[in-house]
């Protein structure tokens, strides 16, 4: 049981990092392989606040607002960068932000990362199991879920579609284009806060590779076999692609097998679904 | 009161001369056609009036205020507004939502209100559908509020993009060839449209290479020539200038 819902709170909290990436990617194109990186400066700082004592909530709270500020600025380039040009910059951003990972050592603890994170906290009730915690991190995906639900069918929505369209279209109707992508920029950054944090907390237990290369672009394939730019894509890749390693954990492999089959099996399905099912199974082509 | 004026706006790509030293200024209420061969800086004009490019030198008033240096979508609020000759619609979206994203009412393009306020967004969204649905009905397209642009015809997002012009309140509109590529229905349909324009006390200045089309549409015509404003005047005036009607038509290059 314990099992199954590890896996729930795993493929929950990496839903609600597809959503910060599809706002990215998937509604206004800006193509970002950074996501990861700024999962994990929400990690960090809710780990480092907790330990000093800070309570959970409040630590949520300042790392969502770092993280959306962050995002902001490394998305910044775009604005001027046509599509190709910053996947560059942003493999920079996540290369950056994980050597400060690794060597700002008295902060993030280097290479051996941070553990013991306390548990999380809210007003009395602590959440110590998998079955305690679920119910966090549902909750988390639902409010998420739901703000990205009503973004996009606001009026707001519909211009960040406009924008990714045609950006010219968009300044000619009298539209401030760098305001609002300044705004999905910000949303998408606090998603991943949350994201970070909950992670954090969780596995109490974050070291760089935690937030490396390897997860932003597991993120990306999770969005691509979800299907880009729709709520339910962000949610059915997490979910399929996190029971990967699960199921592989119950095949005998030897243990030095594992992450390197995880890594096979992932690309495989990444290939498989550009080649056949380029929109995902509830989305759209990227 | 001055209400567009542009004077000495001069262009240059590179060693190509766009615009040479060009003046001009257009009354209030007027249909101007803007008139020439290829390459003349027909559409060069329109890019520095709507500032989608910034002129070397020279300025662009509008109703008396200097809006040279105004960025595109504050001119837009001003009140200058464009069409452009390849369309650019939103493809994806509906009719409905290529009009509606063009409203000129800021209200609900923001993150926060979508999230924290979601009753008051789908007031607005629901307000702003009904405006959006109104200026589709009254180009004509009011039966296909919910179609894809993409799959409108030709004809059809011709005129989307007249809606999505007038969505933006503008009381300027540059039109980049409204009736290039149209079939003869379609066309009637377009010039009345731009009639109804000029009747709602909408100034119109449209880029038009059909001579025709001009004598059907134009108060006034602006004749433009390797980058210089060379005759503004009445179709009349302009088609009976010999000189102009064998630039523009090559006519009496024989002898």
């Not at chain 1, 280097?110 to 994170?117: E, K, T, V, W, Y």
């Amino acid at each position: 049981m314990n099992f199954f819902l590890s896996f729930v709170i795993l493929a929950e909290i990496f839903s609600i990092a597809a959503l910060s990436t599809n706002l990215l990617m998937g509604i206004i194109g800006i193509f970002s392989v950074a996501q990861a990186a700024i999962m994990g400066i929400g990690a960090y700082t809710v780990a480092l606040l907790m330990m000093s004592g800070v309570p959970f909530f409040v630590a949520l709270l300042a790392a969502i607002v770092l993280c959306a500020a962050v995002n902001v600025i490394s998305s910044l380039p775009s604005l001027r960068l046509a599509g190709d040009y910053f996947i560059i910059t942003s493999f920079g951003t996540q290369l950056v932000a994980t050597a400060v990972f690794i060597n700002w050592q008295g902060l993030t603890g280097g290479a051996s990362g941070l553990f013991d994170i306390p548990l999380a906290t809210i007003g009395g009730w602590t959440f110590a199991t998998a079955r305690q915690f679920v119910l966090l991190s549902t909750l988390c995906l639902v409010a998420v879920a739901g703000s990205f639900w009503l973004l996009m069918r606001s009026p707001y929505g519909r211009l960040l579609h406009a924008i990714r369209q045609d950006e010219i279209a968009a300044v000619a109707a009298g539209r401030r284009v760098l305001r609002a992508k300044v705004g999905v920029a910000a949303v998408s950054g606090a998603y991943a806060g949350i994201a970070g944090g909950l992670y954090a907390t969780y596995i109490s237990f974050i070291d760089p590779t935690s937030f490396d290369i390897h997860v932003s672009v597991l993120v990306v394939t999770m969005l691509v076999v979800g299907g880009a730019r729709t709520l339910s894509g962000s949610i059915i890749g997490p979910f399929l692609l996190i029971a990967v390693p699960q199921l592989l954990a119950m095949i005998d492999l030897p243990s030095t097998l594992l992450g390197p089959m995880r890594q096979l099996v992932y690309g495989l399905i990444l290939i498989a679904f550009m080649v056949w099912r380029p929109q995902g199974i509830a989305g759209r082509r990227l | 009161m001055t209400y567009l004026a542009v004077s000495h706006v001069t262009k240059t790509f590179g060693g190509l001369v766009a615009l040479d030293d060009c003046s001009f200024v257009i009354a209030p209420g007027r249909i101007s056609c803007v008139v020439g061969p290829n390459g003349a800086g027909k559409t060069s004009i329109f890019n520095v009036v709507t500032g989608f490019i910034k002129a070397d030198t020279g300025t662009v008033v509008f109703k008396d205020k200097d809006v040279t240096s105004l960025s595109r979508h504050d001119r837009v609020r001003l009140g200058i507004a464009r069409t452009f000759q390849n369309l650019r619609l939103f493809e994806e979206l509906s009719a409905l939502d290529n009009v509606l994203v063009c409203l000129a009412d800021e209200a609900g393009n923001g993150p926060l209100a979508a999230m924290f306020r979601p009753f008051h967004t789908e007031a607005v969204l629901k307000r702003k559908k009904a405006e959006a649905a109104a200026l589709l009905d009254e180009v004509g397209l009011g039966h296909k509020i919910e179609v894809p642009a993409a799959s409108l015809s030709y004809g059809q997002k011709k005129l989307l993009c007249i809606a999505r012009v007038l969505a933006t309140r503008a009381e300027l509109i540059l039109l980049d060839e409204p009736t290039s590529g149209l079939a003869a229905g379609a066309l009637d349909a377009m010039v009345t449209m731009i009639h109804t324009l000029k009747a709602r006390g909408r100034t119109l200045l449209v880029v038009e290479h059909n001579t025709r089309i001009v004598q059907r549409i134009a108060d006034d015509v602006l004749f433009f020539h390797r980058g210089r404003l060379l005759a503004q005047g009445s179709p009349d005036e302009i088609t009976s200038n010999e000189e102009l009607g064998r630039i523009y038509f090559g006519r009496g290059d024989e002898h």
